[in-house]
């Protein structure tokens, strides 16, 4: 029988996302419901009785930490797994305290995920507390092992580091930290030389190595390409000291020898083993946080934005983008901008969903101003290039400014395009005529379609078709008249009703007024009666 799995998250994206994020039957597993809010997911488990839950800590209506303690009072044997953003990382202790199997931030991956879900269902075995010792046990050795630090051992993580690298864990806490060249710098020395970039990455990390003991008390935990992974110790009654006392002068020296600028990103900090991944995991989170805030040192704990922005937002602000560009109301550049700030806040943390939204974006107004005919030049082509620029950026401002590049040549093909957007908006107007004129149409349905006011639609249609919309539309209507008189047998009535005039005698009027004949003794003309 299959474990039974909850997801819940306020986000419809998300939830969709963590269901296809794994392959649930590989942990004997199923999603049996999603849940949007706090009080579905509470009316969910008492319908489904879940093994697990997998929810977001922070929702509308009931918290996922209400409907944990709710569980724990109803003594559901129901394991938690919570994610969240950053922002609400500062729950994370007191989840585990009241008996979260696991803390996920997001964005959360599958391997994360599916290790979270075993462990859940290792909770709900017989031999609940040795599993559970010893997947959290394995976890820690893995971590460190994986880097060739430590061979097989048994001890516990306390015992690990003091037998191992002679540090006492007594009273102290430990904080990732991922430091590495910042990646501006990076990209110009890789530019210059990979061969030197190279050299002196491995100078850089090795002489950190060499200073751990002397400004902190670490370890090298994993070498990447971007960053150094260490783990530092430090006394619990100085935290709050640990990056002006330890981290800044070892940054500082390591800068003036080698001459480069580094980037750091510290982690949270935590006395609990069962933590280290988290640990790191935030460490990594603040490292990654340059590209959107562009600080040589990041801390983790020091992060407290809260954005509530949504999809409708961003939906709304497209739609002013297009229509400034249409009327040409001068705000264009100022809109995109706002856009941009807006996608930014929309997925900070997520430099990969932020790229991501800001080519749908783009896409979206190139698509709509190819439909106006707007711009000549190949949709793709356009997009292609865009995002090939954008990928070779280092922060989210140098995306910005490359985008808004972009826009301002968009705007200069536009003007240069050859039709004026008078000309444009209008002939836009005359097909949508042709090809409704059967239907009810009036001048606020026109203007809806040229993207501007009424009393600048009626002026605007005077000045490039030398008439008013209802003459115009007459005139579409009476020639479509024309030809059913030409090639049907149609009663008056019945053409009357398909050229878009519900009174006949309407009809009548209007085609005698441009014809001098009316329907009728036009057909008699055709048959030479």
């Not at 994610?83 to 997001?106: H, P, Q, R, T, W």
Request: some cysteine; proline content about 2%.
């Amino acid at each position: 029988m299959s474990w039974r799995v909850i997801i819940a998250d306020d986000e419809a994206v998300i939830r969709n996302g963590m269901k296809n994020l794994i392959d649930w039957s590989l942990v004997d597993a199923e999603v049996v419901a999603l849940a949007e809010d706090g009080s579905q997911l509470e009316a969910y488990m008492d319908v489904y009785m879940p093994d697990i839950v997998v929810s977001d800590i922070k929702m509308p209506g009931l918290t996922g930490l209400q409907v944990l303690a709710n569980a724990k009072e109803k003594s559901q044997n129901t394991q938690f797994i919570f994610i969240s953003g950053y922002s609400e990382f500062s729950y994370a202790k007191e989840a585990m305290k009241n008996g979260a199997v696991d803390y996920l931030l997001k964005p959360v991956r599958a391997d994360e995920l599916e290790q979270a879900v075993r462990k859940a269902i290792g909770n709900r075995t017989d031999h609940e507390t040795v599993k559970v010792f010893r997947e959290e046990k394995s976890e820690l050795e893995d971590l460190i092992r994986n880097a060739g630090c430590l061979p097989e051992v048994t001890e516990t993580f306390e015992q690990m580091v003091l037998n191992r690298y002679r540090i006492d864990l007594s009273e102290k806490v430990f904080v990732g930290v991922c430091i590495g060249i910042r990646p501006d710098i990076a990209a110009k020395l890789e530019q210059t030389s990979f061969e030197r970039y190279n050299l002196i990455r491995f100078a850089v990390y090795n002489r950190i190595s060499e200073l751990l003991g002397e400004y902190v008390e670490g370890v090298v935990v994993r070498r990447e390409d971007a960053c150094l992974q260490l783990l530092v110790f430090w006394p619990e009654k100085e935290e709050g000291t640990l990056y002006e006392s330890g981290i800044l002068p070892m940054k500082k020296q390591i800068e003036d020898e080698y001459q480069v600028r580094l980037l750091i990103g510290i982690g949270m900090p935590s006395s609990s083993p069962e933590q280290l991944k988290n640990a790191f995991r935030t460490a990594k989170y603040a490292f990654d946080l340059y590209y959107y805030e562009e600080r040589p040192i990041i801390l983790f704990q020091e992060l407290h934005k809260s954005f509530e922005e949504s999809n409708e937002e961003f939906n709304r602000m497209t739609d002013i983008v297009f229509r400034s560009i249409v009327s040409r109301d001068g705000e264009t550049l100022k809109n995109v901008m706002d856009t941009l700030i807006l996608i930014g806040k929309m997925f900070y943390g997520n430099r990969f969903a932020t790229e991501n939204r800001c080519m749908h974006f783009t896409g979206m107004i190139a698509e709509k101003l190819m439909q106006y005919r707007m711009i000549q030049k190949d949709f793709y082509e356009l997009q292609d290039n865009l995002q090939e620029r954008i990928e070779k950026k280092n922060t989210y401002r140098e995306v910005m400014d490359e985008i808004m590049l972009y826009y301002e040549e968009l705007l200069h093909h536009i003007s240069e395009a050859g039709k004026s957007r008078e000309s444009i908006l209008i002939e836009d107007v005359k097909q949508y005529i042709r090809d409704h004129y059967m239907e009810e149409i009036s001048i606020s349905l026109l203007s809806d379609v040229a993207c501007v006011s009424k009393n600048y639609f009626s002026a605007l249609f005077k000045k490039e078709t030398g008439m008013n919309y209802k003459a115009y539309l007459t005139k579409v209507r009476m020639e479509a008249a024309l030809k059913l008189l030409q090639e049907t047998d149609d009663r008056t009535y019945e053409i009357s009703e398909k050229v878009g005039y519900n009174n006949v005698r309407r009809f009548v009027d209007a085609f005698k007024q441009i014809y001098s004949v009316t329907p009728a003794e036009y057909r008699k003309s055709l048959r030479g009666e």
